[in-house]
């Protein structure tokens, strides 16, 4: 008999769609690799704005059901490897991509396309912090054909992925890097990563006195991450030709007739667009995920981590981020 069949492992699920009091920790079996996959002994996982709004039900459409297991990245050591998988992967680190289930877990079964090997110097809670906002901050960008000179407005800033691209935008030679955030102390804070203007959520200012509250002319490009019922107001802050790219509903959908108030501003000529990393090869988001765990490595890329939790207290960290506490990434930890 498999004596790996007769061990379980620790998940969390969510049992009910809603708030984080519907998730609950569970016992599976530990799983093996199939061929083709690795298996990871999970060191971290982290909490991400999707794993909130999928647990919220909001994307119950997509397929989603309950008893769904959170979380889409991991990191941690390979412990063992399917059929048709190099031996060499045994006991290296890595990062893994879990898709949108299976992240927050003790250990994971997963592709061996979807890991990639972390450099020396960086530890499986940066891995998790970096390895999904990196490349999406950086593609969203390039989606939105932002070009050295030009003003951007990163609408929810405070999240893993607005910290990553107000940091990028600003090293790419951006005239002005405006955020949005709820109170003066974190835009102090995204000021020293980058920003040189900042809002309260709902695009005014907040008065910190340390530096000019709004860019000049409005903004060449925003980074939508909240999107929600306010979403179609941030068109007037757009210069004429500027282009909105939506990356997260981390605040809900927007109204059904958002594009009403750009077809209002016909004349400006203003573009939205959505971004997701699904559209991006495999190839290309693993050479900037690549590159941007080097440069973490190095200290070139700033790494926030608002907390680290045990993988018991997933429902306090999603209490957390509901309750936009949260600067940065909170990690779990088996």
Request: charged residues 15%; glycine residues 14%; hydrophobic residues 45%.
């Amino acid at each position: 008999m498999d004596q790996r069949r007769e061990q379980t492992v620790k998940a969390v699920a969510i049992e009910t769609f809603g708030g984080p009091e519907g998730m609950a920790v569970i016992d599976l079996p530990a799983p093996a690799p199939a061929a083709g996959q690795v298996l990871v002994a999970v060191e971290a996982s982290g909490v991400g704005g999707v794993d909130a709004v999928i647990r919220r039900g909001t994307l119950a459409s997509y397929g989603f059901k309950e008893g769904h297991i959170l979380g889409s990245e991991a990191a941690g050591t390979v412990t063992a490897v399917g059929d048709g998988v190099d031996t060499s992967w045994i006991g290296r680190r890595v990062w893994a991509f879990t898709g949108f289930s299976g992240g927050y877990v003790e250990q994971a079964a997963v592709p061996v396309e979807a890991v990639l090997a972390l450099p020396d110097g960086l530890s499986a809670v940066d891995a998790v912090t970096l390895g999904s906002s990196g490349p999406v901050a950086h593609f969203a960008l390039a989606h939105a054909r932002f070009a050295p000179g030009e003003s951007v407005l990163v609408r929810g800033a405070a999240g893993s992925i607005g910290i990553m691209t107000v940091h990028l935008a600003s090293r790419a030679g951006a005239a002005a890097v405006a955020v949005t955030t709820s109170s003066a102390e974190r835009g102090e804070r995204l000021r020293a990563l980058g920003a040189t203007h900042v809002l309260d959520r709902s695009g005014d200012s907040v008065g910190s006195g340390s530096g000019p509250d709004d860019a000049s002319g409005g903004y060449d490009v925003i980074i939508d991450i909240v999107a929600g019922a306010d979403l179609p107001s941030f068109f007037g802050r757009l210069r004429p030709n500027g282009r909105m790219v939506a990356v997260g509903v981390v605040g809900g959908p927007p109204p059904a007739d958002f594009g009403m108030t750009m077809i209002a501003a016909f004349q400006k000529s203003l573009s939205f667009a959505t971004f997701s990393a699904d559209t991006v090869a495999a190839a290309d988001l693993n050479a900037v995920r690549s590159a941007q765990f080097a440069a973490a490595s190095r200290g070139e890329l700033p790494l926030a981590v608002h907390e680290v939790l045990p993988l018991e207290q997933a429902a306090l960290a999603h209490r957390k981020m509901d309750a936009g506490e949260v600067f940065g990434r909170i990690v779990l930890t088996p």
